[in-house]
């Protein structure tokens, strides 16, 4: 029903910036609460932030608050996670999905993109 695909990932160095984007398909997407999660190699999948479907409520992890930035725009079908001031720490997969609520859980989505690279050099 909904497919996601990840954007705008690369190598960048310490302190840099990116900003990553995420576009559904179909014409439901205004329905969706949105997430963004990062994978790194060996570790689990872990949570990032999230917004709700009318896009007035976001939530962050501690590692990222005030420095990542996520977004959407409905007209667009289209999530953005704007990620500033970026560590080495921050190198990871990221991925995007789609779900009833907004959710730190990734069990709480059904829809995932493939993931977009992001990697942070000293």
């Known amino acids: 029903q909904v497919q996601l695909v990840e954007s705008g990932g690369g190598l960048v160095q310490a302190g840099g910036s990116l900003r990553l984007s995420c576009a559904a398909s179909g014409r439901t997407f205004a329905s969706y609460a949105m997430g963004w999660f990062r994978q790194a190699p060996g570790k689990e999948r872990e949570f990032v932030a999230t917004i709700n479907w009318r896009g007035e409520y976001t939530y962050y992890a501690d590692s990222v608050k005030g420095r990542f930035t996520i977004s959407r725009d409905n007209a667009k079908n289209t999530v953005y996670l704007q990620v500033n001031s970026l560590k080495p720490e921050d190198t990871a997969v990221y991925y995007c999905?789609?779900?009833?609520?907004?959710?730190?859980?990734?069990?709480?989505?059904?829809?995932w993109g493939q993931g977009t690279q992001v990697t942070v050099s000293s």
């Open positions: 999905a789609a779900g009833t609520r907004a959710s730190i859980y990734p069990t709480a989505y059904l829809h």
